[in-house]
T-cell receptor, first 112, second 114 residues
């Protein structure tokens, strides 16, 4: 099992550009999430999904879109990148409502 | 609002010293508790977790944590640290009854000197 994979590992964008961060898991987990990690703030939940076709907002959803067309994939889209979105982004998945979350290796995004 | 506080932002220890990292949360209901570790350049890995039962839980690499419900605390301990324990440690809480949403503390950076 590859677990949770994320691409790209690094990305530099200019303000206003759009891009999609990819996340995939091969553990047949229903639940998937996106977090951003900023210094001194821990990880904060952006969006989450409880299954294919079902998504909802987390703590810091503004500026991001998600969709979940398959169980395996949960891409995160930045519609118009802003410097405030410079961060490290982690995707996670879990079995159920109460279980351990497994994290991907992260994407380090810089917006100039 | 639900929150998790980690009292120490930076900790510097010598090898063989004992470690205790504090974690307190603000939520009155039932929770699942976690400690994650992030080694330099790597992603988060689970150190240990508490769901129910014995409040003293043991994790990987000699770490343990104690859940004290009355204090809303879940402190991480290790009797003797090693240089390889240099990492950032995150306490996280999952308030039960809703989606599996982890609320993270700000993290504690641990540096262990040989």
């Amino acid at each position: 099992n590859a677990g949770v994979t994320q691409t790209p590992k690094f990305q530099v964008l200019k303000t206003g550009q759009s891009m999609t961060l990819q996340c995939a898991q091969d553990m047949n987990h229903e639940y998937m999430s996106w977090y951003r990690q900023d210094p001194g703030m821990g990880l904060r939940l952006i969006h989450y999904s409880v299954g294919a076709g079902i998504t909802d907002q987390g703590e810091v959803p503004n500026g991001y879109n998600v969709s979940r067309s398959t169980t395996e994939d949960f891409p995160l889209r930045l519609l118009s990148a802003a410097p405030s979105q410079t961060s490290v982004y982690f995707c996670a998945s879990s079995w159920g409502l109460e279980g351990e979350q497994f994290f991907g290796p992260g994407t380090r995004l810089t917006v100039l | 609002a639900q929150s998790v506080s980690q009292h120490n932002h930076h900790v510097i220890l010598s090898e063989a010293a004992s470690l205790e990292l504090g974690c307190n949360y603000s939520y009155g209901g039932t929770v699942n508790l976690f400690w994650y570790v992030q080694y330099p350049g790597q992603h988060l890995q689970l150190l240990l977790k508490y769901f129910s039962g014995d409040p003293l839980v043991k994790g990987i690499k000699g770490f343990e944590a104690e859940f004290i419900k009355s204090k809303f605390s879940f402190n991480l301990r290790k009797p003797s640290v090693q240089w390889s324990d240099t990492a950032e440690y995150f306490c996280a809480v999952n308030p039960l009854g809703g989606y599996n949403k982890l609320i993270f503390g700000a993290g504690t950076r641990l540096a262990v000197h040989p």
